[in-house]
T-cell receptor, first 114, second 116 residues
Framework: AQSVTQLGSHVSVSEGALVLLRCNYS??????LFWYVQYPNQGLQLLLK??????LVKGINGFEAEFKKSETSFHLTKPSAHMSDAAEYFC????????????FGSGTRLQVQP | EAGVAQSPRYKIIEKRQSVAFWCNPI?????LYWYQQILGQGPKLLIQ????????DSQLPKDRFSAERLKGVDSTLKIQPAKLEDSAVYLC??????????????FGPGTRLTVL
């Protein structure tokens, strides 16, 4: 069974500050890990993915995440927040064999203060 | 390339009524997913199709929900009868399929259902 825990349902940062959104996973098989972003009234957009290649993954819009097997974590970071980063962020996991549907965390709403 | 299309975008119904949602995946995508996203939660898989066959429907409330994907292209998700707790956004996603390799899921804009 797979699961994802996102710590902090709301995160608020100042524009230009570091963004850190936390995600821990549980998986009985080596996982694929994802971060998605959702803007109001829009579908989910893939930010980045880990598929067992490099453990530091770079995505769109300056975001990156590091897969740490020993900590079962896949935290999302961005060095400098922009107002346009305000959105809901979801961490997700899937197995790489068999069922590939995504199991999502409960989401973290990022607020960026001017 | 056209994305995943869903309709309607919004639907309001009374409890015990029936409702249907439609999804048109990206052309050529063999795998289609329906997810339910309740306010304040992450999306949860309802059903996964591979072409026109069901891969996983273990979380689909089969007493009231049904889905089909005739001809392996478009899909419809139906709720009959609806309950208040069915109020949610229903997301459709599609991906290509190539065995063990990873294939990105592309999501539609969703249908927001309100049950009164």
């Amino acid at each position: 069974a797979q699961s994802v825990t996102q710590l902090g349902s709301h995160v608020s940062v100042s524009e230009g500050a570091l963004v850190l959104l936390r995600c821990n996973y549980s998986s009985s098989v080596p996982p694929y890990l994802f971060w998605y972003v959702q803007y109001p009234n829009q579908g989910l957009q893939l930010l980045l993915k880990y598929t067992s290649a490099a453990t530091l993954v770079k995505g769109i819009n300056g975001f990156e995440a590091e897969f740490k097997k020993s900590e079962t974590s896949f935290h999302l970071t961005k060095p400098s927040a922009h107002m346009s980063d305000a959105a809901e962020y979801f961490c997700a996991v899937s197995g790489y064999t068999g069922r590939r549907a995504l199991t999502f965390g409960s989401g973290t709403r990022l607020q960026v203060q001017p | 390339e056209a994305g995943v299309a869903q309709s309607p975008r919004y639907k309001i119904i009374e409890k015990r009524q029936s409702v249907a949602f439609w999804c048109n995946p990206i052309s050529g995508h063999a795998t289609l997913y329906w997810y339910q996203q309740i306010l304040g939660q992450g999306p949860k898989l309802l059903i996964q199709f591979q072409n026109n066959g069901v891969v996983d429907d273990s979380q689909l409330p089969k007493d009231r929900f049904s889905a089909e994907r005739l001809k392996g292209v478009d899909s419809t998700l139906k709720i009959q009868p609806a309950k208040l707790e069915d109020s949610a956004v229903y997301l459709c996603a599609s991906s290509s399929y190539s065995g063990r390799a990873y294939n990105e899921q592309f999501f539609g804009p969703g249908t927001r259902l309100t049950v009164l």
